[in-house]
């Protein structure tokens, strides 16, 4: 039986769900990610690191709520929060103290965070970002970098790994105040030198695609400081690394302070939330009496109650790095148990990442050792390479069928995932590799 076959033979379920939702959903799903042949998987439930599907099967969790869930699914600490709040009211159309002290911990844990306002989505976190740079500067052009995802709306949508071409419905002016660059400081320097209307740029703090493409060590210092040198505003989007790469994200690790943060995913908890912080005089554009522009941001569900409560309660359990430590010696372990695979199957490719998140690339070079790789050190022809069509596309469904689901050709790992987890997914890899193998997809 072949790969495709099992995969059919396993799911009757979620095929059975797939055909209901194809009748009410665009291509039967809610998010371009989860779109793939012949069939998604449908989830049912999910407890700490695994998940199970709608056929009853146990999966290990490499998605982790796309990477909002830094404490597995349904932490202790951070559901009684929710659930206490939920008795409460879940919208009390107020304001309430839950939201205080949500802001309060992000300005504890984010260095740069002095006030923070909160959206419902990391999209809405950039995209209320950029009206900030551009009413405080007072100039409307944006850079922000190649491949590097920010959401999907119309500011950041071109040259995204989700834009095949010009981004379709998204009027010209729009794309034209935006310069897409390669991550370059000569670059920088000359688009800001051709139009002179530069008043942010726009940076993924892990580099394209939360980290495929990393960012070269000092490249964000040295952005920081043209930025300050020319009055542009500066800002980080930390949507993914914030709270995951240490508790105060990319910004802690290296030092840096940027003008503005975008924040979602593990800051609400594993409930939807986003949030802008930053510096006072930035976001005083916010402000009601402020003497410059004030911007106008309602939004039914910005700091609903619940995000906020989960929220706090995730961050107050992350805050001290004992989780993130935990997650990077899982990642790291997993990493190097998947690079010795491939060694000794003598297959081209690696496993790679950062923190507490894997990558794969099954093509091009193989890695000589079994260790893990920083891509820092890698060449990006190497990184470029990815995983492609019918290859991602055959490993997705035999890591399926051997248990584990990864979050495109890779995933994150959290702090609950277990030594086991760890060991039982480098197997699943092993059978995976074996089985493409043989039917000359590796
Ligand atoms: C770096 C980055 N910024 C922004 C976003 C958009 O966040 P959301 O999906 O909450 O709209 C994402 C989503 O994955 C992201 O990875």
Redesign the pocket.
Known sequence: MTIEQKYIERHPNSARLYERARKVLPSGVT?DSRYMTPFPIYAERAAGAHKWDADGHEIIDFVMG???LMLGHNFPSVIEAAQAQMALGTHLGASTLKEIEWAEEVTKIVPSAEVVRFT???????LMALRLARTYTGKPGVIKFDR?????HDY?VGNSKYSTGAPAGVPQATLDSVSGVPLDMNEVRQTVSDRSDVGAIIV???GA??GQLPVPRGFLAELQAFCRGEGIVFIM?????GFRWAPGGVQEVEGLKPDLT?L??ILAGGF???AVAGRREVMEHLQFGNKGAKIGHPGTFNANPLSAAAGTAALREIADGTHQKRANELSAQLRSGMNGVMCELGLPGFVYGQASEFRIVVAGTQVPEAQDYDPRDLPWSLLEQGMKGETARMLQLAMTNHGAHLFGAGGLVSSVHSEDDIARTVEAWRNSLVEMRAEQFV
């Open positions: 998010h796309h990477g909002a419902s989505s990391g999209t809405e976190a950039t590097h995802f920010h959401g999907w950041v993924e703090s892990a695609s939360s989007d930390e949507v993914v690394t975008t979602a995913k939807p939330g986003g």
